[in-house]
């Protein structure tokens, strides 16, 4: 059984920083490209930012110059530093990520979801 577990959100001003962290577990043989995407209340989940297993990265214009996406292979996790946040940036965001796992074959897995609020 694989899982992937989000942490690190919360409530920040407008400005601020927020590091989110997701970390997989499980029978896991492997892991490829790492990401995360949000939902804002009313509109469709988007992409956000991904980071293959060789590190290179991929950001949504919206998130370009403020969020930095890194990941820790050894830990399976994958990071999020967002800063200069904006209330814009308010939604839930999830992390997912491709692995290869006990049944044989590669999935793509998604995590419960964390919330992040940007209010003054």
């Known amino acids: 059984q694989v899982q992937l577990v989000e942490s690190g959100g919360g409530l920040v001003q407008p400005g601020g920083s927020l590091r989110l962290s997701c970390g997989a577990s499980g029978s896991i043989f492997s892991i490829g490209t790492m990401g995360w995407s949000r939902q804002a209340p009313g509109k469709q989940r988007e992409f956000v930012a991904k980071i293959t297993s060789g590190g290179r990265t991929n950001y949504a214009d919206s998130v370009k110059g403020r969020f930095t996406i890194s990941r820790d292979n050894a830990k399976k996790t994958v990071i999020l530093q967002m800063n200069s946040l904006k209330p814009e940036d308010t939604a839930v965001y999830y992390c997912?990520?491709?692995?290869?796992?006990?049944?044989?074959?590669?999935?793509?897995?998604w995590g419960q979801g964390t919330q992040v609020t940007v209010s003054s």
């Open positions: 997912n990520a491709d692995i290869f796992g006990a049944s044989g074959r590669w999935g793509d897995y």
